[in-house]
DNA sequence: TATGCTACCTAACAAACGTTAGGTAGCCAA
DNA sequence: TTGGCTACCTAACGTTTGTTAGGTAGCATA
């Protein structure tokens, strides 16, 4: 989705603009046909419901993520170095497509049962890959955490709650943030 | 909102619930009415509209937040005093009132121009208070961190999503996550 | 006994919604 | 030249929605 051509891609596109904008259930489809340039029907060539466009946009995003954390991990050799990896990652994948991964954290209880949890699986898949860096770190260096399940979720939260104040043009941009939210989580905030 | 006696209050309770379980747009007041004991037209009885008990609702939390906060920190001396009390505080308020906290958390854009100038200005205060601790602590004991309103909104993002994953009877119950997140505040995760 | 207020009820309105049926223009392959 | 496919269009459907109008039962006050 990176160059939408397609109608589809488009659609998708719009679409993940105006479920930020007005949740799932406030946005409505002639609006999103409106804005893809097309009659609130002809949305319906191609997908099936509303609720397709919802799981084709989470279900497409969680792939995405995890697949380019994957690529971004694959040159990293230390613990340390995956988990500033990560962070920066994070914070600059919410930033960057900040409609897409939106929804996907706060969507999902308007997916249907099915749809739900494959999603929650990609999610779930995506959280584990960040565990097992945390578990790496205390097994090899002695990292300071007991549950790491609970590291990664402050880890998540921490990162992706950047994309809902971000504004580029601010006093720091995406990386220096990523920069600050890595040291504080390897170092905290008192002085050593 | 602690013990809800009136209906004004049940049904201000009901509709908590009912927004975080479909969204503000996805909720309907016929539902809200059948949850309250009450026919869908007596709403308006008691709210002006849906968007007033929307509103009514997150307007309340944050002041009661405010308040809470405020109280808690008044016995606290230094600002590390100060960091564990609101992390705790912070944590504990958005477990216990889970329904409340995530709608204000969330619902902000549902918000008519006038009601969200108002409760941004409350949140605003909130976070206020915060970034005064942080910068304390910058100023008095050498904190390492340069933009406090970054840490801030560090610590809320972090401490507002253990509601989202919480369940009692875990692992780990409330008190215990929150010192976990204190410490990796204060301390990171890197050995000393 | 009359008055008025509170806290509801019933029934309906108008608008908006997701979705569907049926049609059409353009293009490509046979 | 025909047939079929893609990508749309228009118009309508049934339902749900927030909201309102008008009525009523119970209670307190005068």
């Known amino acids: ?14 679409a993940a603009h ?4 007005k949740g799932y259930p406030g946005a409505n489809l002639r609006e999103l046909a409106r804005r893809a340039g097309i009659q609130g029907g002809s949305i319906y060539h191609h997908f099936a419901s509303k609720q397709e466009i919802l799981f084709q946009l989470m279900d497409q ?22 988990l500033r990896i990560t962070v920066h990652f994070h914070i600059e994948y919410h930033v960057t497509g900040p409609d897409q991964t939106y929804i ?14 494959r999603v929650v699986a990609k999610r779930d898949r995506y959280q584990k890959i960040i565990e097992e860096i945390l578990s790496a770190g205390k097994a090899e260096e002695g990292w300071l955490l007991d549950e790491p399940k609970l590291y990664t979720r402050a880890l998540i939260k921490m990162c ?5 104040w971000f504004k580029s043009g601010g006093a720091l941009n995406v990386a220096q943030i990523a920069e600050a939210y890595a040291n504080l989580f390897c170092n905290g905030l008192l002085p050593r």
């Not at 989705?1 to 719009?14: A, K, Y």
């Open 104 to 117: 996907t954290d706060e969507e999902l209880r308007n997916l249907e049962p099915d749809n739900y949890l």
């Open 1 to 14: 989705m990176v160059e939408p051509t397609s109608r589809r891609d488009i659609l998708l596109q719009e």
């Open 18 to 21: 105006l479920f930020r904008e």
């Open 160 to 164: 992706a709650g950047v994309s809902t």
């Open 61 to 82: 995003t969680m792939s995405d993520m995890i697949e380019r954390l994957t690529q971004r991990l694959s040159g990293a050799q230390t613990p340390l170095e995956k």
